[in-house]
């Protein structure tokens, strides 16, 4: 039996929508529910994400597989990578075979089976029956000097965690890219103003599930046991899946659409190049992509240039994010880097009359986790986040000042630029200090730093100004992705929001790669892993010079677009293909 239609909503053949209680306030419960069943299995996904992420050089840098340090970060590097740049993948596969729904659990099916790799590695029957013996280091003369070469043999079972950890990022990236737009479908109904407030709140549970996993997870795996702290994120994603299927007497849920992308290709190769179009139109090249699932008729070729223009308007917007995604993950690198060479008070209870600064605690020979310097920035997400819609938001709305999208995005661009210039000006700062030798030793982990005794509370200003910005860049550029989308791409176009972030963050990875080399700014071969010889001060000047030129050519490009979007141009979009 079909569920009821609200009023004026086109019928879509193949949407099931839940039998709702009779009056209104039993359809807005049932709505309710929906989005948060959605931001609770996010909320667990997410802990496990970054519970596999947060030490995963660790983990493989340990006695169980012995990688040295390159190998553990260039794996970490790759499955971080991978887990945004495969996001286009599994939007396009919902819009055009599976839906979102399926989608959503078909990929959390695939995160369940691929997590449970690690754990299982965690013990040596597990590693003998998925990577066979560990093979034994080859003895030999020892180097005569310390630039000798060493040859580096291929990671003791490699090929088992480099596949699991690729399906672990395809299905990360699917549930990131479809979760996203299935909870605000649940909301939609309830006007945009719900659906704003959702994505709010959809950007506060990423950062709950990421506390509960930093502030837990990481601290099990580096003090307790990797087994117990990688079945925590297999429990994790379990009860996310549990809660998903649950739910689902209450959710919407619609049928793939299928994508344009094809039709995109095709008309931008028409666009930009006429004579190689014409010389590859023939009937067996004119589909560059399958455009199967399309249930409903198929667009129309004025619809097809309606929607092209669109994405010709949305891209160049997304694209000039980039930048600013660049300035974001420093937070993950070059932050937490400076912040290892600053003085970190022991915090844990000290018996020793010693007053050195290191991280371990005398007494209970716990250490501090190396990812809790992430928590800075999550704290402040998460206290911003209900600030923002319960008291920002409303005032602004009230007084009719609540600014668009995209100008929410251009303001978290300046944030992120006066983030990274506060961190360049704590780095001169804090290479005065090496400079002078006023250092102290601290010891993370297994490595020693010399470290400058500036407080590494001083780091609180360059981690709140890239949480705000995260407020207003991150959570509009989503709700901006969805809502300005054709419904046929909304799949793909949010993917494709999640793999610019990616690139960002390869971006600045390779950035600093170029500056390490001989005669670079952070070229360091004196300080074996410390960056006390490096200029990482002019590196945030000059990402925060990149970040200021792209903003205003992102205010430029967004003032375009909302003028363009406030003509008649802005209705030439049909009812089916509106997101």
Known sequence: MPAPRAPGEPRVSGERRPLLASGARGPRRRRRAAGAAVLLVEALERAAFFGVSANLVLY????????????????????????????????????????????????????????????????????????????????????????????????????????????????????????????????????????????????????????????????????????????????????????????????????????????????ALQNCCPRLWQRHSSPQGAHLLPDQGYPQPRPSPQEDIANFQVLVKILPVMVTLVPYWMVYFQMQSTYVLQGLHLHIPNIFPANSANSSVALRAQGSGYTIPEAWLLLANVVVVLILVPLKDHLIDPLLLRCKLLPSALQKMALGMFFGFTSVIVAGVLEMERLHYIHRNETVTQQIGEVLYNAAPLSIWWQIPQYLLIGISEIFASIPGLEFAYSEAPRSMQGALMGIFFFLSGVGSLLGSSLVALLSLPGGWMHCPKDFGNINNCRMDLYFFLLAGVQAATALLFVWIAGRYEKAAQGPASHSRSGRDRG
């Open 60 to 267: 493989l840098n340990s006695t169980n597989f012995n990688w040295a340090g390159e190998q553990a970060s260039r794996a970490a590097l790759v499955f971080l990578g991978a887990s945004y740049l495969l996001a286009p993948v599994g939007g396009w596969l919902a819009d055009v075979y599976l839906g979102r729904y399926r989608a959503v659990a078909l990929s959390l099916l695939l995160y369940l089976a691929a997590s449970g790799l690690l754990p299982a590695t965690a013990f040596p029957d597990g590693r003998r029956s998925f990577c066979g013996e560990m093979p034994e280091s080859p003895l030999g003369p020892a180097c005569p000097s310390p630039d000798c070469g060493r040859n580096s043999p291929s990671p003791y079972c490699a090929p088992t965690l480099y596949a699991g950890l690729l399906l672990l990022a395809l299905a990360a990236s699917s549930v990131r890219s479809n979760l996203t737009s299935f909870g605000a479908d649940q909301v939609m109904d309830l006007g945009r103003n719900a659906t704003r407030r959702f994505f709010n709140w959809f950007y506060w549970s990423i950062n709950l599930g990421a506390v509960l996993s930093l502030l837990v997870v990481a601290f099990i795996q580096q003090n307790i046991s990797f087994l117990l702290g990688y079945s925590i994120p297999v429990g994790c994603v379990g009860l996310a899946f549990f809660i998903f299927l649950f739910a689902t007497p209450i959710f919407i849920t619609k049928p793939p659409m299928g994508s344009q992308v094809s039709s995109m290709l095709k008309l």
